[in-house]
């Protein structure tokens, strides 16, 4: 069964840092461009950072850039969110997401071909 697997979310002080996982079970992800995605209560889901099949490209949205930082690890079948500054405004759902593109440069948020079914990330005092 092909899935992807979120882990790492919880609840956090502002300020304060996570790590999210989006491991692969069924398929290897070194084809696959990954992208973080969240859902905040009320508000539409949103593209937060992609990384390309070959690590060498990665993209943020504004919000997040400098705080946040995508990696992946082959090896290990996993690609990594680390979240730092964490601020009341990144409460949400978070869904890591596989594509497949032509190019090992391409990452984006769109025609993803796999789903998690999310981890919640709450920023709280």
């Known amino acids: 069964q092909l899935q992807l697997v979120e882990s790492g979310g919880g609840l956090v002080q502002p300020g304060g840092s996570l790590r999210l996982s989006c491991a692969a079970s069924g398929f290897t992800l070194d084809y696959y461009a990954i992208g973080w995605f969240r859902q905040a209560p009320g508000k539409e889901r949103e593209g937060v950072s992609c990384i390309s099949s070959s690590g060498g490209s990665t993209s943020y949205v504004d919000s997040v850039k400098g705080r946040f930082t995508i990696s992946r690890d082959n090896a290990k079948n996993t690609v990594y969110l680390q979240m730092n500054s964490l601020k009341p405004e990144d409460t949400a759902v978070y869904y890591c997401?596989?594509?497949?593109?032509?190019?090992?440069?391409?990452?984006?948020?769109?025609?993803?071909?796999?789903w998690g079914k999310g981890t919640l990330v709450t920023v709280s005092s």
């Open positions: 997401a596989a594509r497949r593109y032509s190019y090992d440069f391409e990452c984006g948020y769109h025609g993803m071909d796999y």
